[in-house]
């Protein structure tokens, strides 16, 4: 039998809150819609994709013979108007925006995998455009094999973007 009262004391968190959670390149006092991006935007980035399907992966391509997935993704969204320097998947991952909700499966929304080393461009909820070393530039379905290595979805928001 227990004679001593017990006594519990709170301690401090254990994780402490070290910085912002905003996206490292993103303009301070940027705001952004929530529309995404607009139809014409959208448009030209499909063009851009669709005009490299078939196209052979080469680790570190940018193109326009070969890709790899973040030379991909960077080459179709400055051919779409929007321009950035070109990245890791981990760099665009933590320069840009989180997505969450319906957002994550819009047209041109950035997915990304296999603990952040590909990334790919959504389609609609089923699936994404990148590029593949199997396949080179492809459409994938986001089921089985790549639903199960998914890290996360981000989107590029710039204001040319949004405009």
């Not at 014409?40 to 070969?66: C, M």
């Not at 779409?80 to 909700?101: C, D, I, K």
Request: aromatic letters at 12%; glycine letters at 8%.
């Amino acid at each position: 039998m227990l004679t001593n009262a017990i006594i519990v004391q709170s301690s401090p968190p254990l994780v402490k809150k070290t910085g912002s959670s905003q996206p490292l390149n993103a303009p301070a006092n940027a705001t952004f819609n929530k529309n995404y991006y607009t139809p014409a935007f959208s448009q030209k980035l499909l063009a851009a994709i669709q005009n490299r399907l078939g196209i052979p992966y080469v680790y570190g391509s940018t193109g326009p013979k070969s890709y790899d997935c973040s030379g991909l993704v960077w080459s179709v969204f400055r051919d779409a108007g929007y321009s950035y320097e070109r990245s890791s998947a981990r760099t665009l991952w933590q320069s840009s925006v989180p997505v969450e909700g319906d957002a994550r499966f819009k047209f041109g929304t950035l997915i990304f995998f296999n603990r952040l080393g590909h990334i790919g461009i959504v389609v609609d909820e089923n699936h994404f455009y990148h590029a593949s070393s199997s396949k080179g530039v492809t459409l994938s379905k986001l089921d089985g094999y790549w639903a199960k290595r998914i890290v996360g979805f981000r989107q590029l928001q710039t204001p040319e973007v949004q405009k």
